[in-house]
């Protein structure tokens, strides 16, 4: 195994592109003969079938290759094979690549038959009960089954083929060991960049826009080398304003900054934050002490959360429990919190929406697993006495991992608005 630590830059928690493949490709090939078939256990799945196109790949697709196979090959194939007696095989029915190898068993043969022919041999040999492929009403990234490719496979399969996402869904939510502890690194960066920006090398009051502030960020992302997974969120809150975030308008001392940010490390770790930030004022040492009660209220609001999240619950009924404590409480709370991993806006529970708060339907049924990451993502709503008791809004974002049963924080910082 590398030695994460020695590669580390004193500066930046960014490796060396070469290392970050390693680093990716041996976490794959653990994931594929370690995790793959526990979960097809716990799923009840005994043969998982991923098929795709290039340019049409499955969103599964970018996590069952080594980070330097970026597309598929024509039709791109893999087949996950666990019988009753625990026998597990994990087969490429794809054209022959060696930089599968490591990976996958090879089981196609361009020069001796087609590839549908192959799907089929490898099924028969077999006999699973159904083959899983990815269809889902409610998970975007576990329906990436298409028409032409399912039409296809209907006689070559014979009645055996079956939409089933359970198995997408939870080998696209779930962390390894590794994974999450590198997890905290793609953090530090991610606030690295964050703290870089809410500063008077990059913020002039008076001069600053919202928007440069997020070009700031974009470029930043960019001179690493790594991915914004979308584009920053710059806006904020003045006295006498009547909008909870305004933005494309120029920075004034007094301002009360939010950003919302997020980037890609490591080929599939995303981070999701938001953190605030107080421009002083002339003559101020110290943020305005309303503002840090209402900020300590969604801090208190993000620990009542926290204290909801539990194995076997849906990410409904952690949502109602938060949500009742924290009125209980005398908090104004909204709650939207959401998977994140692989995918930004992950596979697994949604714990409310910003646009529904309430029972979500579908991926608000999802049941929450240890091991698995979130984008802690609320708000509180307080009035701050020296802006004339004016309502502000206190949104908040830490990318947490749950694992043990209990959540982790990745970073220490999520107790501080940042003095600008």
């Given at each position: 195994?590398?030695?994460?630590?020695q590669?580390l830059?004193?500066?930046?928690?960014?490796?060396p592109?070469?290392?970050?493949?390693?680093?990716?490709?041996?976490?794959l090939?653990?994931?594929?003969?370690?995790?793959?078939?526990?979960?097809?256990r716990e799923?009840?799945?005994?043969?998982?079938?991923?098929i795709?196109?290039e340019?049409?790949?499955?969103?599964v697709?970018k996590?069952?290759?080594?980070?330097?196979?970026?597309?598929?090959?024509?039709?791109?194939?893999?087949?996950?094979?666990?019988?009753?007696?625990?026998n597990?095989?994990?087969?490429?029915?794809?054209r022959p690549?060696?930089?599968?190898?490591?990976?996958?068993k090879?089981?196609?043969?361009?020069?001796?038959?087609?590839?549908?022919?192959?799907?089929?041999?490898a099924?028969?040999?077999?006999?699973?009960?159904?083959?899983?492929?990815?269809?889902?009403?409610?998970?975007a990234?576990?329906?990436?089954?298409?028409?032409?490719?399912w039409?296809?496979?209907?006689?070559?399969?014979?009645?055996?083929?079956?939409?089933?996402?359970?198995?997408?869904?939870?080998?696209?939510?779930?962390?390894t060991?590794?994974?999450l502890?590198l997890?905290?690194?793609?953090?530090?960066?991610?606030m690295?960049?964050?703290r870089?920006?809410?500063?008077?090398?990059?913020?002039?009051?008076?001069?600053?826009t919202?928007?440069?502030?997020?070009?700031?960020?974009?470029?930043?992302?960019?001179?690493?080398?790594?991915?914004?997974?979308?584009s920053?969120?710059v806006?904020?809150?003045?006295?006498?304003?009547?909008?909870?975030?305004?933005?494309?308008?120029?920075?004034e001392?007094?301002?009360?900054?939010h950003?919302?940010?997020?980037?890609?490390?490591l080929?599939?770790?995303h981070?999701?934050?938001?953190?605030?930030?107080y421009?002083?004022?002339?003559?101020e040492t110290?943020?305005?002490?309303?503002?840090?009660?209402?900020?300590?209220?969604?801090n208190r609001f993000?620990?009542?959360?926290?204290?909801?999240?539990?194995?076997g619950?849906?990410?409904?009924?952690?949502?109602?429990?938060?949500v009742?404590?924290?009125?209980?409480?005398?908090?104004?709370?909204m709650?939207?919190?959401?998977?994140?991993?692989?995918?930004?806006?992950g596979?697994?529970p949604?714990?409310?929406?910003?646009?529904?708060?309430?029972?979500?339907?579908g991926?608000?049924?999802?049941?929450?697993h240890?091991d698995?990451c979130?984008?802690?993502?609320?708000?509180?709503?307080e009035?701050?006495?020296?802006?004339?008791?004016?309502d502000?809004?206190?949104?908040?974002?830490?990318?947490i991992?749950?694992?043990?049963?209990?959540?982790h924080?990745?970073?220490?910082g999520?107790?501080?608005?940042i003095?600008?």
């Open positions: 195994m590398i030695n994460i630590m590669l830059s004193k500066e930046k928690d960014i490796l592109i070469r290392e970050q493949y390693r680093i990716f490709d041996e976490i090939l653990d994931r594929i003969q370690n995790l793959m078939p526990r979960l097809m799923c009840g799945v005994d043969m998982w079938l991923v795709c196109r340019y049409a790949e499955d969103p697709f996590t069952l290759t080594p980070m330097l196979v970026k597309n598929a090959s024509r039709t791109s194939c893999f087949l996950f094979s666990l019988d009753a007696r625990g597990y095989e994990a087969l490429s029915l794809s690549d060696p930089r599968l190898f490591p990976f996958y090879q089981a196609y043969d361009p020069k001796q038959e087609s590839q549908f022919e192959a799907i089929r041999r099924v028969e040999e077999r006999s699973p009960e159904h083959v899983a492929v990815n269809i889902s009403e409610d998970c990234q576990a329906d990436g089954m298409t028409k032409y490719l039409d296809q496979l209907v006689p070559v399969l014979d009645g055996k083929m079956a939409a089933d996402d359970r198995i997408a869904i939870r080998w696209l939510e779930t962390r060991p590794k994974e502890e997890y905290p690194s793609a953090y530090r960066i991610a690295d960049v964050l870089e920006a809410y500063s008077r090398d990059v913020i002039q009051p008076g001069v600053t919202t928007t440069d502030v997020e070009w700031f960020i974009m470029q930043r992302i960019n001179d690493m080398g790594l991915d914004a997974w979308f920053p969120d806006d904020l809150q003045r006295r006498g304003g009547s909008e909870e975030r305004m933005s494309g308008v120029v920075i001392e007094g301002d009360l900054l950003t919302d940010m997020g980037l890609t490390y080929g599939e770790l981070t999701d934050s938001q953190r605030l930030g421009v002083l004022r002339k003559g110290e943020i305005p002490a309303g503002i840090l009660a209402g900020f300590a209220k969604g993000q620990d009542i959360v926290r204290g909801a999240f539990q194995t619950l849906t990410g409904n009924q952690i949502f109602a429990n938060a009742a404590q924290a009125k209980a409480e005398g908090l104004r709370p709650l939207y919190s959401h998977p994140i991993g692989v995918y930004g806006h596979a697994g949604s714990i409310g929406m910003y646009d529904n708060q309430g029972f979500v339907p991926h608000g049924e999802e049941i929450m240890d698995t979130y984008a802690l993502e609320l708000n509180v709503t009035q701050v006495p020296e802006w004339d008791s004016q502000v809004c206190f949104m908040l974002e830490e990318t991992a749950f694992t043990g049963g209990e959540t924080f990745m970073d220490n999520r107790r501080t608005i003095a600008i």
